[in-house]
């Protein structure tokens, strides 16, 4: 499309529309499982630990493979990586969806999240290089596929979920492989190719103070991110089947529709808006202050449904700013490669989203309902604490902010997960 064209987000090569696409339906799949989890525990005879591995599982292989991706894509190229994942989340999901042990699922969703951290750390070159003389527009594309993505995945797998908890896993098999053909078909331009990047990029980047600081303080914050997302189905059900109400995974999707509407809308809308005005560090103090005091509501009214589901979505408000901030913060601290630092901070940040699915369960058995809850808040309290030590470390943070491309890549790595 030539520059003379009029300016706007509908002006794009059927190209982008189909990786726009393939990138709402690959952020639909984190929240896809939540509504479908309390079912899957009593279909498969699982204790809520072992249904929240499916979190972990994901979680863990999409950690370690985040630090080989960005050399994967400069080898492979945008097109093969992109493809690559996509065939991988199809053919877990299927698996996923033909299990017969919550064992099974666990392992599959390994493989998922292996074809997740492939295509999700290459679709924003890939639509940005396929955009044909708008490359704004096509990143503003990006950018609202993200949160439609996000905030649709709990909604589609409630509504799935009902009919069968197998309902969302063969959704979203479906899904992806229409966009796999798209892509396919449809993707022809690519970004021009990269210098080398080493397989060790990933990890020797930790070397570099600030990203160090970053990392850590976004892995306490991960664990309470997912303490949210993977643990807060079953104290939910719970308290809503002591009052007499059935909640399945119906509701469960619209309660996490909800959360995920307002993490869009604060990742895009707000988070730019706050850090422009008073600054990255004091919107992430002040974003971790009202995220621990959310949390700590949940962990007092625990045995109340209203309670839990209105905390819920109002923390996916600071969870949104949140995303946004951190990732920025990372962007500007490093002169590191962007993909390389992006990737690298999102590998770490996962690893405290695995632990959270992990251990809220068995925290809950011995401790009480509200007790994970309570968890989440003291690793927010440590990610403050390290972020404020570490601050010398970031004391040129906070400049004027970066180009609205550059913002929507900052989006993209803290929403990764």
Not at 327 to 341: F, I, K, Q, S
Not at 350 to 368: C, E, N, R, T, W
Not at 371 to 385: Q, S
Request: glycine residues 10%; contains cysteine.
């Amino acid at each position: 499309m030539p520059d003379a064209q009029p300016s706007s987000i509908f002006r794009q090569p059927l190209a982008v529309w189909a990786i726009a696409f393939a990138c709402a339906v690959s952020f639909m799949g984190i929240g896809l499982v939540d509504p479908i989890l309390p079912a899957i525990s009593d279909e498969l005879n699982a204790s809520p630990t072992e249904a929240m591995l499916l979190f972990t599982s994901y979680l863990v292989i999409t950690a370690l493979a985040m630090f080989f991706t960005s050399a994967i894509s400069n080898r492979l190229g945008v097109k093969k990586t992109l493809l690559a994942g996509l065939v991988l989340v199809v053919v877990f999901a299927l698996l996923s969806g033909a299990a017969g042990s919550v064992e099974q699922i666990i392992g599959f969703r390994a493989g998922w999240g292996l074809g997740n951290a492939l295509f999700i750390s290459t679709a924003l070159a890939a639509i940005v290089g396929a955009a044909s003389g708008g490359s704004r527009q096509a990143v503003v594309l990006y950018e609202a596929a993200l949160g439609i993505g996000m905030a649709v995945g709990p909604l589609l797998g409630g509504i799935l979920g009902e009919v069968s908890w197998r309902g969302p896993f063969f959704g979203t098999a479906t899904l992806m492989a229409v966009a796999f053909a798209a892509i396919l078909t449809l993707l022809k331009k690519e970004p021009a190719p990269q210098a080398a990047i080493p397989f060790t990029a990933g990890l020797t980047a930790l070397r570099h103070p600030a990203l160090l600081v970053l990392a850590i303080t976004a892995l306490f914050y991960n664990y309470a991110f997912f303490t949210i997302l993977a643990y807060s189905p079953f104290p939910i059900k719970e308290a809503a089947a002591a009052v007499g109400a059935d909640f399945g995974a119906h509701e469960l999707g619209l309660v996490f529709f909800g959360w995920g509407v307002a993490l869009a809308i604060a990742s895009v809308f707000v988070a730019p808006i706050l850090t422009r005005r008073l600054g990255l560090r004091p919107v992430l103090f002040a974003m971790f202050t009202l995220l621990a005091a959310a949390l700590a509501v949940m962990a007092l009214g625990a045995s109340s449904a209203h309670v839990l589901i209105t905390a819920i979505i109002l923390a996916g408000l600071f969870l949104g700013v949140l995303n946004t901030a951190l990732t920025e913060t990372v962007m500007e601290a490093t002169d590191l490669p962007r993909n390389v630092a992006s990737s690298t901070y999102s590998g770490v940040r996962f690893l405290g989203g695995a632990i959270a699915p992990a251990v809220s369960g068995k925290i809950a058995d011995h401790l009480g309902a509200g007790a994970p809850y309570w968890f989440g808040v003291g690793a927010l309290v440590v990610a403050m604490a390290v972020l404020a030590l570490g601050g010398h470390r970031l004391a040129h943070v906070g400049r004027p902010h970066m180009s609205a491309e550059a913002e929507v890549q900052a989006i993209t790595a803290g929403d990764e997960m």
